[in-house]
Every structure is written in structure tokens, then in C-alpha cells.
């Protein structure tokens, strides 16, 4: 139900409208930080990677300013979170950090073996045509823009299906069962699903190794927001483009409607295109009110239910109890 600009959900509010959503509080400074930070990380970060000598420009490189860069936001999160109910606790902490060793585990080595680079690979070798090299033609930053663009238009079909197939919902809906964002929420959920949202035709470019690291930078400097306890004055502009923690506060919100919205992961200026844009934000999240997965249960939730829907489906009707 609307109500002003306010839409009541089922079980808890969302806030709908930038007009209505808190800001930043204090002083000059304070406002320049949380105003401009988000747009400096990021023109910093690519100037980085447009400059870079050979000798730094590489994967190892990437992944310290990677640890360096989340170490940073986690601090942010404790001097200016966005809502004290999602405070980091340690326990929390210690599930989060779980899940990032099974995505750099378990999750990347299927990726190497069955992922969409090696089926890619596998296309080439059956078909013994080329990968599109006139990729590596165009403008360095333009080849960075586009690997980061093709991949969020490929996860945003993605996600978007996840919600609308019921075999995709169910490893995904384990995502939903968060109640908090922190700086590595992206991380959490059933392993099948962190595999099949990280896929993309990525594989059948060929492309600079020096757009890549600046594509990355795209994913880091503005994806990694999604999943964040900060409250910042996003400029109009970048909260057109980007995708911002406001944007998937309300995707992750107990509002069923809302869920519904905000596909993309970096350039939320795809779901404007498409028409799932919602701009606002939500506090409390979750599926079921609310209520919070153990590991075990986020593990086999998907093949359990999977299993209960199947046996409801075509297991004809139940047992009528004798009296």
C-alpha cells in the first residue's frame, strides 16, 4: 500500500524517494567526505590503473588494493554507519569471512572448470572460430567500460531471472535471508548461486590484461556499495548511474514488492532502462520477518525446499490421518 511517498509492505516500511532519505550530519568536512568519497575512490582507482607501470599493473597488485580498499569501507562502517541495527558483530564478521573463502575456493575452482570463460574456451575449440579480437581496437577505457557494462547487463538477466524462475529462486532466496548489509554481505549465500551470478560472456572477448584491471575497478569502486553500512550524500548523478547500498537496501527489504526492483549490480542505470528501478531505501531486511540462516541451513536450503516443492508437486495428495 502507498501512502505519500511512503510504501507500507506487508511486514515493514520502505521509503520510496531520495527527497525522503536521511543525511549525512556534522560539519563542513564531514559533508565533503561522505559527499565526494565514492566518486574520488573511483577516478583515483582508474587513474591508478591508466598510469600504472608494467611492473604494478597486475592480478597481485589488484587484489591488495582489493583487502586494502574493504579494510578502509569497514572502517567507514564503524564511523558512520548507515543504521546501528546493522553494526557488525563478530559473529556476523566470522560468517561473512566463511563465505569469501568458499567464493575464492570452492566457488572460483568450479568457475575455472565449468565456468563461462572455460565454456567459452570450449565453444572456440568446437567451432575453431575466434574470440572478437577487434575488442582490443578500441580506447583502453572504453574496452574497461564495456568488459564492466557486459558483465552487469549479463548479472542483471541473471538476478532478474532468479526472481521470476523458481529453480533459479531457490539457490539465490538464501541471499535473501540476510538481515544486515556489511562489506562482505555479497559474499553470503548458497555456493550454486554465487556460481551461476558470477557468470558472463567475458570469455569470448579478447581484451587487454590493462582493461581488465581497469574493469575491475568499476566492480570495486561502485558494486561494492550494494553491500554496505555507510550512509553517504551520493551526488545526484552517481545515484542515477550507480548503484548505491539505498538501491539494495530496498531489493533486500522485507517488502515483497520491493524485492522485486534494482537487478543490477554496479550501473543501476540499466534497471531505469528496463523500468525495475526503485530509488529509495529499507532498514529492516530479510526474508520470513526477518529470520537469520545458520550455515548449515543456507548450505542445503535450496535442495531441501527443492525437494518439498517436488514431492507436493507429484507426491499426489496427503494421507488423510485415521481417526
Known sequence: ??????????????????????????????????????????????????????SIAKASTAIGIGIGFKVLLLGLEWVNPRYASWRLTWKELATDLFYVGIGLTVVRLAGNYI???????????????????????????????????????????MHRGMHNWYPLWL??????????????????????????????????????????????????????????????????WWRFLFNTTEHHSLHHSQDFESTRSNYAGSFIFIDRMFGTCVDGEAELLGMEGGRRMSIREQMTHPFTEGWKTLKERFGGPAAVPAE
Open 115 to 157: 565456468g563461462s570463460d572455460a565454456m567459452a574456451e570450449a565453444l572456440q575449440d568446437a567451432f575453431h572460430w575466434d574470440k572478437l579480437s577487434w575488442f582490443t581496437g578500441l580506447p583502453i577505457l572504453l574496452q574497461a567500460f564495456l568488459i564492466a557494462f557486459i558483465f552487469d547487463f549479463g548479472q542483471y538477466w
Open 1 to 54: 500500500m502507498r501512502v505519500g511517498n511512503r510504501v507500507i509492505g506487508a511486514q515493514a516500511p520502505v521509503t520510496v524517494g531520495w527527497e525522503n532519505i536521511p543525511r549525512v550530519e556534522g560539519g563542513p568536512v564531514r559533508q565533503f567526505i561522505f559527499t565526494w568519497f565514492q566518486p574520488v575512490m573511483l577516478f583515483a582507482l582508474l587513474a591508478f590503473w591508466y598510469y600504472a607501470p608494467n
Open 171 to 236: 539457490p539465490h532466496s538464501v541471499h535473501h535471508y540476510i538481515t544486515q548489509l556489511n562489506i562482505n554481505k555479497g559474499a553470503v549465500g548458497n555456493p550454486v548461486e554465487l556460481f551461476l551470478i558470477g557468470l558472463g560472456i567475458g570469455g569470448f572477448f579478447d581484451f587487454l590484461p590493462r582493461a581488465l584491471l581497469l574493469a575491475g575497478s568499476f566492480g570495486l569502486a561502485i558494486g561494492v556499495y550494494q553491500h554496505i553500512n555507510v550512509r553517504f550524500n551520493s551526488p545526484r
